[in-house]
């Protein structure tokens, strides 16, 4: 290093120095967070109000009756483990609704198939569709086809799903779940089909929201089980070209109410200004909704009530906001922000990525904020998280709010690896969660959430 380069990394650390001491926590604020990590490691309340949410209510798909009954669940429980201003705010909204559904390859060999119609989707002429397939391995390669293969047939798009710890697998192939129906009518296709967008090998399809573009002709689309696709995959391999008639019912625009569910720890001389700590309370209509997101539900639940029961109140606001309607529009967190826009976001943070542990923390607060962030890091770190960047990506609803309202923001990564195995299928169930986890989630979203609270300076405007 030149004597120059020296001279400026020596002026660079003193003023990080400086920094440091503008922006430090309160040694006592430190000694809370810690007293927090400890409990939280012991902490059985997640576990309990997952057990609940799966048994007592279980599938809650966005603006149904069972939605609405997961509502009032959760107010009582968010008001039984001493929460303040535990309350549902409803919300309008579309409701897609699933019917019947049934495909089979009828040539060269009859074969059920699994299958599952994907969110939004429309349903198939009454009488039901037939037609041969038009295979290809990818979205890309179905963007890339020029020709008039996909006209008149049903495109099955066979797009796998790596597994990642990160969930960047399922982010390359969701693609062709959302977009993949555009595409295949574009070309003239009748249908699209998918391999299930997931990373287990299990009979089960996977479902989830997919999407129109109001140019192009709404065509039907569902996934198959991955066994399934991996039947069809062969049989195109030897020459032959598959014949699938498929037939299913799905009803739009159904008029429905979602709702939001709040409840707080109460802050002090900074009330006003909010820790937003949330999850979803919505799910798919397969399965329990325990990993997606009733985990998620659990932890920022948990980690609340244990803010509240060690008894120091926050200076801040922390808030408990479960989401209605994430999987299928947003409207949850769209009218969040409608209504409580106004209001200071010290953070936004969603806990929807399953039951895994918590491996990394990532910010996205202002600069001055920075030393902060990093010693929330500090007290993560004896829970074998790792300090990430402050470019967080803080959750599907989070992410809407921080975008839309300028909010400062913070994930905590969860490992996915096993996530997209049951995700939006009806192995979705508490049986295939594992508890040990739960814990050392909920003792890293309390000691967050009270550092947020406590802060002495603001986390916003993050960078976008
Ligand atoms: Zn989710």
């Not at 030897?238 to 739009?252: C, D, K, Y």
């Not at 920022?300 to 529009?329: C, D, H, M, W, Y």
């Not at 409608?338 to 607060?365: N, P, T």
């Not at 990506?393 to 992410?399: I, S």
Request: hydrophobic share 45%; net charge neutral.
């Amino acid at each position: 290093m030149k004597r120059r380069d020296l001279l400026a990394a020596a002026a660079l650390s003193a003023c990080g120095a400086a920094r440091a001491q503008a922006a430090a926590f309160a040694p006592a604020d430190l000694a809370h967070a810690a007293a927090l990590r400890t409990a939280g490691l012991a902490d059985t309340e997640a576990w309990r109000l997952l057990e609940g949410i799966t048994t007592e209510i279980g599938a809650r798909p966005a603006g149904s009756a069972a939605e609405a009954r997961a509502a009032q669940w959760a107010v009582a429980a968010l008001t039984k483990l001493g929460l303040a201003n535990a309350r549902a705010e409803p919300l309008p909204m579309k409701q897609w609704q699933r019917g019947p559904a049934s495909a089979r390859l009828v040539a060269p060999a009859p074969h059920a198939l699994v299958m599952a119609a994907l969110g939004n989707s429309v349903g198939t002429p009454p009488e039901g569709l037939e037609a041969e397939i038009a295979w290809y391995p990818d979205l890309a390669a179905l963007r890339a086809d020029t020709t008039d293969k996909a006209k008149g047939r049903i495109v099955f798009l066979d797009q796998k799903t790596d597994r990642t710890k990160d969930g960047s697998g399922y982010g390359r192939a969701v693609g062709a779940r959302f977009g993949g129906a555009v595409e295949a009518a574009k070309r003239g296709a009748l249908a699209l089909a998918i391999r299930s967008t997931g990373t287990d090998r299990d009979r089960v399809a996977h479902t989830g929201a997919m999407g129109y573009d109001i140019a192009v002709p709404r065509i039907p689309a569902f996934a198959v089980s991955v066994p399934d696709a991996e039947l069809i995959t062969r049989l195109v391999a030897r020459g032959s070209t598959p014949r699938l008639a498929v037939n299913f019912e799905t009803r739009s625009d159904v008029d429905a109410t979602t709702h939001n569910v709040i409840a707080e720890v109460p802050g002090t001389d900074l009330a006003q200004e909010i820790v937003l700590i949330g999850a979803h309370l919505d799910s798919w209509d397969l399965g329990q909704g325990a990993v997606d997101d009733g985990a998620g539900i659990a932890i920022v639940s948990a980690a609340a009530a244990l803010i509240q029961r060690a008894g120091k109140r926050p200076r801040r606001t922390v808030r408990v906001v479960l989401f209605g309607n994430e999987e299928n529009g947003f409207d949850g967190a769209r009218g969040y922000g409608d209504r409580h826009g106004s209001a200071v976001h010290q953070l936004v943070a969603e806990s929807d990525f399953g039951a895994g542990r918590i491996w990394r923390f990532a910010s996205r607060v202002q600069p001055a904020a920075l030393p902060l962030a990093d010693a929330i890091g500090q007290q993560l770190a004896p829970l074998g998280i790792e300090r990430g960047d402050n470019a967080a990506g803080p959750g599907p609803d989070a992410a809407v709010l921080m975008r839309r309202h300028k909010w400062p923001a913070v994930q905590l990564h969860q490992d996915g690896t096993n996530y997209f195995d049951v995700h939006h299928t009806e192995n979705d169930v508490l049986d295939k969660v594992d508890p040990a986890p739960l814990p050392q989630n909920v003792a890293a979203w309390a000691v967050t959430a009270w550092l947020a609270a406590q802060s002495p300076l603001p986390f916003g405007p993050p960078p976008l």
